[in-house]
């Protein structure tokens, strides 16, 4: 696997050591902020109940041998050395691992595919497809349904519990932080301040959120770098100061003679140390912001080693020291002369460790609401800037109430830390599952390496699991109870999507219907631009017909709009448009697919509406050319012959590319490109084109570029007299005005249907239907060019 390809920097940049030391430095307060503040709770969530602090030490080293091997083997061995490496065009999470699968192996969900969709530059395979020889897992997932519907599930799962993470990750670092008061007050007194005080910091937390974390990003490095250096300075401190030889119990035998005297005890006591590996997905979730050598080096370098001098620096002080289990936290450990100042520190690097997380939640349901896997919300981009910095305004609302829910109703670290352990080890364990399938699929390695790979890690998670998953009435009910409604919401509202575009698919009215539309029949053709939105890629959707029955008119230029998404992470601008005709040019309808990657943010209506008339122009312009040099237009069929991905004779990617620099994506060489040039009517630009044949066909792009004498060229070019009329009709019916003509839909389960299908339709489904954003919020629809179709889908 390449590292270097899809990396968002050039290889000079990557080449270059400064760059690479800037973006480790930055990373530290976007990726290392939640793994970072582990020490404030590890020790004294471990010793809350199950174990107690002796004077033969056995136990606070065993615990440290534990700590030690656990981030050594999963945060660097696992995540560092294999999962980063599994990014996806250089993304990472759980949705990247699904998408690079779906690529790979035909096991995706999402509807209205297309093999043009596999020409996107962002589309790449890791290895060239296996020609012989294919995988037995791979054939195995592809042949049964079931197995995508289960694959789906598992991503779901992990998607849940990151969110569940979300919720629990600021309650418990900022609790934690906050707890340092302890020893500043009598317990009565800190009691009644430590709540509170945790609360008023959570909700300036989440009220903050609406501004973007690029107002105050540029902070978070040095707060994040300043708490490792002061909690590596104290961990050094304690070592020397009080147990020199502290280092020995980083052995293995350490761990094993903490077993053998605590016994059952001691593998419940896990839960509390797996808290010290919290955030280590991170590392893989925001490998999109910064590069793997960048990550790979801050951990390594830094991070890692401060995490350890930390815990062996508190284990040092309490082998001296044997208090209460109570008394045993991070805050003991601090000379009383830096307390407070240990205590800011803390505090305001358990806020930037709890705004990752927080921005990371954002992230992964606009993930799944771009999959179809989430009610629609709105999603604001909170930087012109930097891409994928969004906030959503209801998850904010809900997360911040849940999270001083939580904080009131457990109000210590044991559940909270209990609760947050079974969250992140869930993760973790769909990560490794998803890794494993990658191993085999994607990098073509032999099944023996998945293998060895999902046993050795995935037998240290399942330990972890199982310690966090006894403590069930312990606070651990909490991400199970939550993992289970969201997962029902998102598989529902995925059910009812998918079952409404086959009813669409089942239901589209033939071309032969739109043509025969005319004066004839009472229909007129008014001035403007009709928009209709529609899921399919081919055909007519029957909501326009639904629409002219009802009201014999619609508009001079008519687009068939299909917003859809693919399984890439980003899709350039420059291959975002695919255009096409539906009918004959006297007709002036087109068909326009818009697609986005799941982590792209969509265009806001007006620049969207200036965009698709400028692609439609250009696609005008590049047909006239292609008529001119005796091709034939192209007319598209209803599909209804060859499926809907081959339905359509030809569509046309249309997209600008700087016109300094080279395009923004290659062909390869096996589709056989084929160039021409003419002048174009557009400034310092480039527009290229792609003509998207039939399966079996080949591909061709045609490049409209610029010279000196661009305008007599273009002149020349018009005098196609048919040509000259459709953009001048473009051109009015764009200043008349545009409307948007949507689908305003109500699901109900068809007779017949099992009793769980009736509740998950008619009840659970429309509920959330109309209860979420409706598809002209999301779509950023103005309400006064809105026309919504009312439809019953009957599923």
Same mark, same amino acid.
């Given at each position: ?71 050594? &083997? ?55 497809? $296996? ?50 008061? $302890? ?20 909700v300036c937390l989440f009220a903050l959120q ?11 490095? %040095? @707060?994040? &770098? ?43 006591? &896990? ?37 350890? &001098? ?82 959503? %305004? ?52 032999? %099944? ?25 009435? $312990? ?117 326009? @697919? ?24 250009d696609f005008i312009r590049y047909d006239g ?69 039939? @399966? ?27 040509? $000259? ?57 103005p309400p006064v060019s809105l026309l919504e ?7």
């Amino acid at each position: 696997m390449d590292l270097d390809c899809g990396k968002c920097w050039s290889t000079s940049k990557k080449d270059s050591w400064k760059t690479i030391l800037l973006l480790a430095y930055q990373s530290l307060g976007v990726v290392y902020g939640d793994l970072s503040i582990s020490p404030l709770y590890v020790y004294k969530s471990t010793f809350a109940e199950d174990i107690h602090h002796s004077e033969t030490n056995e136990e606070i080293f065993g615990v440290l041998s534990f700590v030690f091997w656990t981030l050594t &083997l999963v945060p660097l061995f696992k995540y560092v050395f294999v999962v980063l490496r599994a990014d996806d065009n250089g993304e990472g999470g759980t949705f990247a691992l699904y998408s690079l699968i779906c690529r790979h192996a035909k096991v995706s969900l999402l509807p209205n595919r297309q093999v043009a969709d596999e020409a996107l530059s962002t589309y790449k395979l890791e290895s060239p497809p $296996e020609k012989k020889n294919r995988s037995r897992v791979k054939i195995l997932l592809e042949k049964h349904k079931s197995l995508h519907t289960a694959l789906l599930i598992l991503v779901l799962l992990g998607t849940c519990m990151v969110i569940g993470d979300g919720l629990l990750t600021p309650a418990i670092s900022v609790f934690s932080a906050v707890s340092g008061l $302890e020893l500043s007050m009598s317990k009565e007194h800190h009691q009644y301040a430590v709540v509170p005080i945790t609360c008023f910091i959570l909700v300036c937390l989440f009220a903050l959120q609406h501004y973007g974390t690029h107002r105050v990003g540029f902070i978070f490095a %040095p @707060i994040v &770098l300043t708490w490792l250096l002061c909690i590596s300075a104290l961990g050094l401190y304690n070592i020397f100061h009080w147990n020199p030889h502290v280092y020995q119990a980083l052995s293995p035998y350490y761990m094993y003679k903490f077993l053998k005297k605590t016994r059952r005890s001691g593998w419940m006591s &896990l839960g509390g140390i797996l808290l010290c590996i919290t955030g280590s997905e991170a590392m893989f979730a925001d490998l999109g912001h910064f590069t793997y050598t960048a990550i790979q080096i801050a951990f390594t370098f830094l991070v890692y080693p401060a995490l350890i &001098l930390a815990y062996m620096g508190q284990a040092a002080y309490l082998s001296k020291h044997h208090h209460n289990s109570y008394k045993i936290g991070f805050y003991v450990s601090v000379p009383e002369s830096v307390r407070w100042p240990v205590l800011i520190v803390a505090i305001l690097a358990s806020v930037v460790g709890s705004q990752a997380i927080i921005s990371g939640t954002f992230s992964i349901i606009n993930q799944s609401q771009s999959l179809g896997c989430f009610p629609r919300v709105k999603v604001v981009h909170t930087s012109e800037k930097i891409h994928g910095q969004i906030y959503i %305004p209801e998850i904010n609302w809900m997360l911040m109430i849940l999270c001083i829910a939580v904080t009131i109703g457990f109000r210590d670290t044991k559940h909270i830390g209990n609760a947050s352990g079974l969250a992140v080890m869930t993760v973790m364990l769909v990560t490794t599952c998803l890794t494993s399938l990658v191993i085999i699929i994607c990098w073509h390695k032999p %099944p023996i390496l998945a293998l060895g790979f999902l046993l050795f890690f995935g037998t240290i998670e399942v330990l972890y699991f199982s310690a966090s998953l006894i403590k069930f009435r $312990e606070g651990a009910w909490l991400p199970i109870l939550l993992a289970l409604f969201l997962m029902t919401v998102m598989f529902v509202w995925h059910y009812a999507t998918i079952k409404k575009y086959e009813f669409d698919l089942h239901n589209k009215v033939s071309l032969e219907w739109l043509l025969a539309l005319g004066p004839s029949l009472g229909i007129s053709r008014v001035p403007g631009i009709g928009l209709v939105y529609t899921d399919l890629t081919s055909g007519i959707p029957a909501n326009f017909s639904r629409f002219v029955t009802n009201l014999p008119a619609f508009h001079r230029v008519l687009v068939f709009v299909c917003v859809k998404s693919v399984p890439v992470p980003y899709v350039p601008p420059a291959e975002r448009y695919l255009v096409g005709r539906v009918g004959p040019p006297d007709h002036r309808s087109y068909r326009c @697919i818009v697609r986005y990657g799941y982590r792209d943010v969509h265009q806001d209506v007006d620049s969207f509406e200036s965009e698709l008339v400028n692609r439609l122009a250009d696609f005008i312009r590049y047909d006239g050319y292609r008529t001119m040099g005796g091709t034939n237009s192209c007319i598209e069929d209803d599909g209804s012959r060859s499926g809907e991905s081959t339905g359509d004779c030809r569509l046309t990617v249309i997209g600008m590319v700087a016109f300094s620099g080279p395009p923004a994506y290659e062909i390869e060489e096996s589709l056989q490109p084929a160039s021409v040039s003419l002048g174009f009517q557009t400034v310092e630009s480039v527009t290229d084109v792609i003509e998207m044949e039939p @399966i079996g066909g080949v591909e061709r792009r045609v490049r409209f570029a610029i010279d000196s004498e661009s305008e007599t060229d273009t002149r020349s070019y018009m005098m196609d007299a048919g040509v $000259e009329e459709e953009l001048e009709e473009l051109l009015t019916a764009q200043q008349a005005g545009t409307a948007f003509i949507l689908g305003h839909s109500h699901v109900r389960a068809k007779q017949g249907s099992s009793l769980l299908k009736k509740i998950a339709i008619d009840f659970g489904y429309n509920f959330l239907r109309r209860n979420c954003r409706g598809p002209d919020v999301a779509l950023k629809v103005p309400p006064v060019s809105l026309l919504e179709v009312g439809m019953v889908y009957v599923v």
